[in-house]
Structures are given as C-alpha cells and as structure tokens.
C-alpha cells in the first residue's frame, strides 16, 4: 500500500513563505509522476504542480512563478517551496502519485493558510 506523508503547512502572513514536504513510502521514480493539488471546501482539486518521473515540471497557471516543486529521490520526498504567498492560496494541499496505470495515490492533506 502507497503512503503519502505531507508535512510544512501552516499559518502565513500575505507575501511569505512556506516549504511543504511528502515522504512516499516507496521509491518516487517508481511513480510516473508526483505533484500537489489544492481543495477548498466545497471546490474541485486543483492540481498546482507535477514533476514527472523524467524530470519534466508543469504548474498550474495560479502559481506560476511563485510555487516551485523539487524531489530528493534519496529521500523518496517531494517538495513545494511556496512563495509571494496570497489569501488565495489558503487550501488544504495534498500530495499525489500517479503510477501511470491508472492509479493515483493521495495524502491526508495538509492546510495553509495564508492571513491578509
């Protein structure tokens, strides 16, 4: 069984940073690609970001600029260092794996909150 283990959220004032981390509990270039989607209550997922298991980076077009995803395959850890930080972007951030079979694997979430 997959286990995806965020960590990094929190409270943060407009303007600032946070770094979020998932641990997989198996080898993430095992994974056709990993990334991190965003849910506000009530709202669809947005995925924010996605490093493929060849390296290739997509974000979505609301952070562009300002998230940047990062791995550590040592670690089987991936990364979303988040910067110039809006109220909008406060949402429950989950960490996801894509195994390229049609199965995606999810994390507990975690919340962000950004204060204006």
């Known amino acids: 069984q997959v286990r995806l283990v965020e960590s990094g959220g929190g409270l943060v004032q407009t303007g600032g940073s946070l770094k979020l981390s998932c641990a997989a509990s198996e080898g993430i270039l095992t994974f056709n690609a990993m990334g991190w989607a965003r849910q506000a209550s009530g709202d669809p997922r947005e995925l924010v970001a996605s490093i493929r298991s060849d390296g290739n980076i997509h974000y979505g077009r609301s952070v562009k600029g300002r998230f940047t995803v990062s791995r550590d395959v040592a670690k089987n850890t991936i990364y979303l260092q988040m910067s110039s930080l809006k109220p909008e972007d406060t949402d429950v951030y989950y960490c996801?794996?894509?195994?390229?079979?049609?199965?995606?694997?999810w994390g507990q979430g975690t919340q962000v909150t950004v204060s204006s």
């Open positions: 996801l794996a894509d195994d390229g079979l049609g199965r995606h694997y």
